[in-house]
Every structure is written in structure tokens, then in C-alpha cells.
T-cell receptor
Framework: EDQVTQSPEALRLQEGESSSLNCSYT??????LFWYRQDPGKGPEFLFT???AGEEKEKERLKATLTKKESFLHITAPKPEDSATYLC????????????FGAGTRLAVHP | NAGVMQNPRHLVRRRGQEARLRCSPM?????VYWYRQLPEEGLKFMVY????????ESGMPKERFSAEFPKEGPSILRIQQVVRGDSADYFC??????????FGEGSRLTVL
């Protein structure tokens, strides 16, 4: 069964304390691995898409990496405004954006 | 360039009524997706549409739910005879092509 699992469920960091969020997946024929940020009461905000093992993408304090079984979202020197829920999703085979989402990691960054 | 626009943002219905949720994709996007987020659960795919065509509705309940994306106007997700279990956040997303998917702010449906 296709599945995406994120850990930890919740993470509390001090401002400036770097860490990583994990996304492990078992998706047959995975086409892409998506990362989103979701603030309370808002829709998911697109961050990255990764397509092949070894690929890395960066945006400000965020860097996403992909292996054959998991993806990591590294947060370097986080700030309170990075507090949000981070969602990982695998794109199922089919050639379009049919995604299977994990439950998310709730990140809280305290000053 | 305006983002994906959804309305209403909040909708309250009594059991047995109909709910209609509307979605206007980003300009230039011809692919529309609907996802549902139940309380304390992850987003779940419901349906994928292109103009006037339903491409994949495998995530949509067989009864009471329907979706359309007409040649003119927004995409509409319709839920007939709503029940309490339909209470959720419904998100629309659009893309210009595979690989990028942009979500709207969502419509929260509350069934009393």
C-alpha cells in the first residue's frame, strides 16, 4: 500500500537551533516528492519538488534532500516565522499531480 | 497573478442540505484538483479535472459527491445531502503542468 510517513509529529526548536524533518515513503512508481508549508487556516504553500535520489533543493533556510526511501527537510538557524506545519507528499504514477500526503510535522520555533 | 481562489471560505449546512464549493484556478492553469482534509488527518486526493473533463475521480466517494470544471467559469465541488462526516476543509489546487501544484486557501464545511 502506498504510504507517506512523517516524523516527528511535532518539533519544538529554539531560534537558531538547526534540525531536520523526516519523510519516509513507500510509493510504487514514485514520480516526485513534494514539500509544502501550511500555516493555520491557510492552504499548503509549495516549497519544493524532488525527482531523483541525490537531488537537493534550497530556499532560504530550508534545504530538501531525497534518497530512494526518504526525504529530509533541513532547517538551518530557524526563526519564529518558520513555525508552521510542514507536509510531505509523494506523487503517484500517472503523469499528473495526484499526491499522497503525510500527516505533517508541526514545527514551533521559539525566540 | 492572483492565486487559486476558493469560495466560500466558510460554509455551514444542516444535515441533508447541499453544499457547493467553487474554485477558480490560477490564470493559465487548466488542471484542477480537489483535496479534502479531515480533522487531525492529512490531505486526501479526491478528483482531478481538466476543462470539461473528469480525468481521475478515484478519491471521491461514489455517492453524493460530484465535481465539474466547465468550459467557462470555476470548478465546482458539489456535495448533496450532507452528513456530519462531510465536515472538513476542502482544498482546490491548480497546476500549469505536472511538477508544480498550487493550493487555494480552502473552504471549511461545517455540517450541523
Amino acid at each position: 500500500e502506498d504510504q507517506v510517513t512523517q516524523s516527528p509529529e511535532a518539533l519544538r526548536l529554539q531560534e537558531g537551533e538547526s534540525s531536520s524533518l523526516n519523510c519516509s515513503y513507500t510509493v510504487s512508481g514514485l514520480r516526485g516528492l513534494f514539500w509544502y508549508r501550511q500555516d493555520p487556516g491557510k492552504g499548503p504553500e509549495f516549497l519544493f519538488t524532488l525527482y531523483s535520489a541525490g537531488e537537493e533543493k534550497e530556499k532560504e533556510r530550508l534545504k530538501a534532500t531525497l534518497t530512494k526511501k526518504e526525504s529530509f527537510l533541513h532547517i538551518t538557524a530557524p526563526k519564529p516565522e518558520d513555525s508552521a506545519t510542514y507536509l510531505c507528499a509523494g506523487e503517484l504514477s500517472g503523469g499528473y499531480n495526484k499526491l499522497i500526503f503525510g500527516a505533517g510535522t508541526r514545527l514551533a520555533v521559539h525566540p | 497573478n492572483a492565486g487559486v481562489m476558493q469560495n466560500p471560505r466558510h460554509l455551514v449546512r444542516r444535515r441533508g442540505q447541499e453544499a457547493r464549493l467553487r474554485c477558480s484556478p490560477m490564470k493559465g492553469h487548466s488542471h484542477v484538483y480537489w483535496y479534502r482534509q479531515l480533522p487531525e488527518e492529512g490531505l486526501k486526493f479526491m478528483v482531478y479535472l481538466q476543462k470539461e473533463n473528469i480525468i481521475d475521480e478515484s478519491g471521491m466517494p461514489k455517492e453524493r459527491f460530484s465535481a465539474e470544471f466547465p468550459k467557462e467559469g470555476p470548478s465546482i465541488l458539489r456535495i448533496q445531502q450532507v452528513v456530519r462526516g462531510d465536515s472538513a476543509d476542502y482544498f482546490c489546487a491548480s497546476s500549469p503542468s505536472p511538477g508544480e501544484l498550487f493550493f487555494g486557501e480552502g473552504s471549511r464545511l461545517t455540517v450541523l
